[in-house]
Nanobody
Framework: QVQLVESGGGLVQAGGSLGLSCAAS????????IAWFRQAPGKEREFVAS????????NYADSVKGRFTISRDNTENTAYLQMNSLKPEDTAVYYC??????????????????WGQGTQVTVSS
C-alpha cells in the first residue's frame, strides 16, 4: 500500500509559478506510475500530467503542455509538478495518484488506486 501526501499549493497571481510535491510512504514508490489530476468547483476531476515508474516518459494534458513539468525522485519517494505561467483557469484542487490498474488508460481516473488528499491552487487574475 502507498500513502500519498501533496503539498505546495497556495495563492498566486496569474503568470506566476508554484511547485507541488507528492510524498509517498512505503518502499515501493518506484513501482508505480504517478499522475497529477485536478478538480475545479463544479467540474469533473481531470488529468493533468503523468510520469512512468522510471521517470523516462511523461504525458501532459493539452491545457498545461509547455507550462507544467512533472518529475519524480525515486530516492526521495517524491513526485513533483512545477507549474509556470499560471492562469486563473488552473485554479483547482490538485491530486497526485499512483497507477495500480494498467488495464485502464493513463488518462483515466480508474487507472489509479491510490490518491492523496489534494492541495488547493488558486490563481488570481
Amino acid at each position: 500500500q502507498v500513502q500519498l501526501v501533496e503539498s505546495g499549493g497556495g495563492l498566486v497571481q496569474a503568470g506566476g509559478s508554484l511547485g507541488l510535491s507528492c510524498a509517498a510512504s512505503g518502499r515501493t514508490f518506484s513501482s508505480y506510475g504517478i499522475a497529477w489530476f485536478r478538480q475545479a468547483p463544479g467540474k469533473e476531476r481531470e488529468f493533468v500530467a503523468s510520469i512512468t515508474r522510471s521517470g523516462e516518459f511523461t504525458n501532459y494534458a493539452d491545457s498545461v503542455k509547455g507550462r507544467f513539468t512533472i518529475s519524480r525522485d525515486n530516492t526521495e519517494n517524491t513526485a513533483y509538478l512545477q507549474m509556470n505561467s499560471l492562469k486563473p483557469e488552473d485554479t483547482a484542487v490538485y491530486y497526485c495518484a499512483a497507477r495500480t490498474n494498467p488495464g485502464f488508460h493513463y488518462l483515466e481516473r480508474a487507472a489509479y488506486g491510490y490518491w492523496g488528499q489534494g492541495t488547493q491552487v488558486t490563481v488570481s487574475s
